[in-house]
């Protein structure tokens, strides 16, 4: 199983960006998939995280801005950025949890870097 990241960049203050996440392998099944930030000599934080049914969590300075979703028949998670601001500044990874037949995973993607500038 292998999780695919893509979609960071440069965006001005006030921009969007999508970032996608995609899980490669067969016979997998998800509990739930994630975004996680890590800014220069800050400790990783949860972003967005969607569960089975749908059910979201985010981070207190991502709400109403962020939107995150699931696309379950290609196991691929978007997280839709808006109203970015320069401490939005950060390396996101995309994190998966599931099963493969009976073998339980926690997986993260390699990092891509958002950068917002002022």
Same mark, same amino acid.
């Given at each position: 199983?292998?999780?695919?990241? #893509?979609? !960071? ?12 996440? =995609?899980?490669? !392998? #067969? ?5 739930? $998939?994630?975004?996680?930030?890590? =800014?220069?000599? &800050? ?15 985010y981070?207190?300075? =991502? &709400?109403?801005?962020?939107?995150? #979703?699931? +696309?379950? =028949? ?6 839709? $950025?808006?109203?970015? &601001?320069?401490? +939005? ?27 917002v500038?002022?």
């Open positions: 199983v292998q999780l695919q990241a #893509s979609g !960071g960049g440069l965006v001005q203050v006030g921009g969007s960006l999508r970032l996608s996440c =995609a899980v490669f !392998g #067969s016979e997998v099944r998800i509990n739930y $998939m994630g975004w996680y930030r890590q =800014a220069p000599e &800050k400790q990783r934080e949860l972003v967005a995280r969607i569960g089975r049914g749908g059910i979201t969590t981070v207190d300075s =991502a &709400k109403g801005r962020f939107t995150i #979703s699931r +696309d379950s =028949a290609e196991d691929t998670v978007y997280l839709q $950025m808006n109203s970015l &601001k320069p401490e +939005d500044t950060a390396v996101y990874y995309c994190n998966a949890d599931g099963r493969r037949f009976v073998a339980p995973f926690n997986l993260w993607g390699q990092g891509t870097l958002v950068t500038s002022s």
